[in-house]
């Protein structure tokens, strides 16, 4: 190894954070640039980690760094974000003792962000890029719905403009296009960077919908509504099975994509009660798996409880020309409204989703209504390459 790498740090390759790892390395490598990615041992069974190990490049490197079993300080034992502050300075105290490190890339940083105006940076004088995706403080000033706490969001606020101004931070990309607007006019002229990256999914095209439903083995006659990705409470799915299940001429339900416990024991009790039965493929999904589910769908779900950030899920949707059926809150609804994405609910209750399945099966997709300057733009640009030419621009 004798050039200087790039450091990738990601301790967690569950959900969507490995794709975004994969992402990066791709980004680098195809730049030119070699790359080291640094995660737990926990992870040396996943798919990426296997794949890193089998290529055997000298240019794509992996390092299984833990840590501490008992973190020193009472601060770092009771706080999540200077815990992780920890981690991600351990990593780069031993990775960079053995190579040496031209720049960190984290892809995920909202895991210690807030620990920044206390600890400064973990990475020494290393320059280093975040990307944030959990940032939701200002959603209330720029007409985004989201919880009121002001005293919360105004906490996060001082201490989010205290973070970009830490030492080495180069760059801070974000997948929410309101905060680089917020931060233009509220930051100070010393921060760092604040960059708009649009949340990627890979660059498929829609499949002719008769084949891609042939390949899954659904009815061509039946209508199908897709809730895909990481399935877990927060999806909504709870609420949508019990509306489903009082809704006459209920569409056919996929569920698509690796359950938690506890969505699996619900699955398990309820899925008799559905009509028409549902597809349930609780598993990892391969990339010519979901072409076919989105290609197939007649429309995807997204009522989702809790989550104000952004979602790959509307993007795909979007992509495939899918109306969704939305929740009203955070980038999801901010985006299915200025985009006339789909029916929006106000809440969960099953006599609004049936309202708005009912209408999405029946009225969607129509012409749209007059679309906000820049909100089609916007989506337009989720792609992968999208995504490799920003990150590349920070980084050069």
Not at 282 to 289: E, K, Q, R, T
Request: proline residues 7%; charged residues 20%.
């Amino acid at each position: 190894m004798e050039q200087d790498y790039v450091l990738i740090v990601e301790p967690n390759l569950t959900g969507h954070r490995w794709r975004y790892v994969e992402w990066t390395m791709q980004a680098c490598t195809e730049a030119g640039y070699p790359c080291i990615l640094a995660t737990e041992s926990a992870n040396e069974d996943h798919k990426l980690a296997r794949q890193i190990v089998a290529a055997n490049r000298a240019d794509l490197q992996i390092a299984f760094v833990d840590p501490e079993d008992r973190p020193r300080g009472l601060l770092r034992q009771s706080n999540q974000y200077s815990r992780f502050h920890g981690y991600f300075r351990r990593v780069h105290r031993i990775v960079s003792h053995a190579q040496p490190i031209r720049l960190v890339v984290v892809p995920y940083v909202d895991y210690f962000f807030y620990a920044l105006p206390f600890l400064g940076s973990p990475f020494r004088r290393t320059p280093w890029i975040g990307i944030t995706m959990r940032s939701t403080f200002h959603h209330h000033k720029v007409g985004i719905k989201s919880p009121d706490r002001p005293i919360v969001n105004t906490i996060k606020a001082l201490l989010f403009k205290r973070a970009i101004q830490c030492p080495g931070l180069r760059t801070l990309l974000t997948i929410d296009p309101t905060l680089p607007e917020w931060s233009a006019r509220n930051a100070s002229k010393r921060s760092a960077a604040i960059a708009y990256v649009a949340d990627p999914f890979p660059d498929e095209q829609a499949e002719n919908p008769v084949l891609a439903r042939e390949r899954l083995g659904l009815d061509p006659t039946q209508r199908y509504l897709l809730v895909y990705g990481s399935i877990t409470e927060r999806k909504g799915i709870y609420e949508l099975v019990h509306a489903l299940t009082r809704l006459e001429h209920a569409p056919t339900l996929i569920v698509a994509g690796e359950q938690d416990a506890g969505t699996r024991h619900f699955m398990r009790n309820h899925v008799r009660s559905l009509t028409p039965a549902p597809l349930v493929l609780d598993s990892f999904i391969a990339n010519d798996v979901e072409r076919d589910l989105f290609s197939a769908c007649d429309a995807v779900w997204l009522g989702y409880k809790g989550h104000y950030g952004m979602s790959g899920v509307l993007v795909q949707a979007y992509r495939f020309g899918k109306p969704v059926v939305a929740t009203e809150d955070g980038l999801i609804g901010w985006f299915s409204r200025r985009c006339d994405l789909g029916p929006i609910l106000s809440d969960l209750s099953s006599a609004s989703i049936g309202r708005a399945v009912t209408e999405t099966m029946t009225s969607w997709p129509h012409a749209p209504q007059a679309v906000p300057a820049g909100g089609e733009d916007l989506l337009s640009r989720h792609t992968l390459g999208q995504f490799k030419r920003t990150l590349l621009q920070q980084m050069a």
